[in-house]
């Protein structure tokens, strides 16, 4: 039974940060890399960063310098560090572990909301 479950969500103003976790079970957590997404309301689901079992990081471009993606095998934890918030940025986080063709698992968590207000 794979749980995934994100929090740290919230309202902030453009330029501020947030801090969102994801806690994974139900999966050998250490040997899988780990990613986080996000969707906008009307707006398809899009990948946001990941990182590999080794600590390589993957950042789409829109978030690259203000992103950091980071991971804590012991507590089964993968962190998403945001500073410089825009409000394109605003949107439901969701985290999974990424496939070959998209997202491993279809048991989605319930997300956290981020909300950037201009």
Known sequence: QVQLVESGGGLVQAGGSLRLSCAASGII??????????????????SVAAIT???????????KGRFTISRDNAKKTVVLQMISLKPEDTGVYYCNVPGVQ???????????QVTVSS
Do not use: C, H, I, L
């Open 53 to 63: 079992t080794g600590g390589r990081t993957n950042y789409r471009d829109s978030v």
């Open 29 to 46: 957590f250490s040997t899988n890399s780990m990613a986080w997404y996000r969707q906008a309301p009307g707006k398809q689901r899009e």
């Open 102 to 112: 998209g997202p491993k698992y279809a048991n989605w968590g319930q997300g956290t």
